[in-house]
């Protein structure tokens, strides 16, 4: 016999994807906080050409943060919906965009309790479900956030320009 849906399980991998959030989160802080002092010190040192190279790393690490703070909450609205998921027979209208969220994420992330929530939705709505969430049209469109922090296509020059690291202090 097949798995079964199981509430509990949902919960527990959405409370641990908060935390996993969370870690992931500090690390990659840690890391920006480091590039930003190493290019103040570049452009202190008149090496601007280098400094502009790691510029592009900083604001696509700058997205990535702001992407994993929103997951977090993301998270966290489904483990605090997880009796409503188990109770209804189709979706709530009101958490499918966070499901949605977490499915699409679960294969662009390496936490791997994105992918547990997208099991557990599939044995509860259907993998059709999940592959109209996964492809990010069903009835909704998943925030674009995600999509241009999980590229890795270059920053838009307009975005380039902005140059938000300017305003760290040494």
């Not at 690390?27 to 502009?52: D, G, H, M």
Request: net charge positive; hydrophobic share 45%.
């Amino acid at each position: 016999m097949g798995q079964k849906f199981s509430q509990q399980n949902l919960k527990v991998n959405a409370k641990m994807a908060t935390s996993h959030l969370a870690l992931l989160k500090s690390k990659k802080s840690n890391l920006l906080q480091t590039s930003k002092r190493e290019v103040a010190t570049l452009v202190s040192v008149n090496k601007i050409p280098l400094a502009e190279i790691k510029i592009e790393s900083i604001i696509q690490q700058e997205d990535l943060i702001i992407a994993i703070e929103i997951l977090g909450l993301h998270c966290d609205r489904i483990l605090n919906r997880v009796s409503q998921i188990a109770s209804q027979p189709k979706c709530p209208e009101d958490i499918f965009v966070s499901i949605a969220t977490v499915i699409y994420c679960s294969t662009r992330l390496p936490i791997p309790e994105f992918h547990s929530i997208a099991t557990q939705m599939a044995l509860k709505y259907s993998k059709e479900w999940v592959m109209c969430a996964l492809l990010f049209y069903c009835r909704y469109l998943i925030f674009l956030i995600y999509v241009d922090s999980f590229s890795k296509t270059s920053p838009s020059a307009s975005t380039f320009l902005s140059c938000r690291f300017f305003t760290y202090q040494m």
